[in-house]
Nanobody, 125 residues
Framework: QPQLIEFGGGLVQAGQSLTLSCKNSGRDLRESGMAWFRQSSGKDREFVASANWRRGRVYYTDYADSVKGRFSTFRNNSGNTAILQMNNLSPEDTAVYFC???????????????WGQGTQVFVSS
């Protein structure tokens, strides 16, 4: 079973940035897709971003309308790790962010079966 671990959550002020990473420490998923979801207090989980790659590089990304132009996701050069770069954060971005992965294409309507434990992001006003 793949094991996904998120890093990089924390507390920032509005307008600042954070970088999250998701590392797969289990089965190799380098040819699969990875995605990010988030859940804030009292709300349902929502899609944030996804990245799908083949042959060692990201070839397709997708973003929720609420984060387009502010967030970006990509794969780093060290291996099976996804990066979520979050810029110009606002209090509405406060949530627990979850990494998601699975074989084949992963996206908003087709999440993978594997989930990370979540990392807390808090944005103060």
């Amino acid at each position: 079973q793949p094991q996904l671990i998120e890093f990089g959550g924390g507390l920032v002020q509005a307008g600042q940035s954070l970088t999250l990473s998701c590392k797969n420490s289990g089965r190799d998923l380098r040819e699969s897709g990875m995605a990010w979801f988030r859940q804030s207090s009292g709300k349902d989980r929502e899609f944030v971003a996804s990245a799908n790659w083949r042959r060692g590089r990201v070839y397709y990304t997708d973003y929720a309308d609420s984060v387009k132009g502010r967030f970006s996701t990509f794969r780093n050069n060290s291996g099976n790790t996804a990066i979520l770069q979050m810029n110009n954060l606002s209090p509405e971005d406060t949530a627990v962010y979850f990494c998601n992965a699975g074989p084949g294409v992963v996206g908003a309507d087709v999440p993978g079966p594997y989930w990370g434990q979540g990392t807390q992001v808090f944005v103060s006003s």
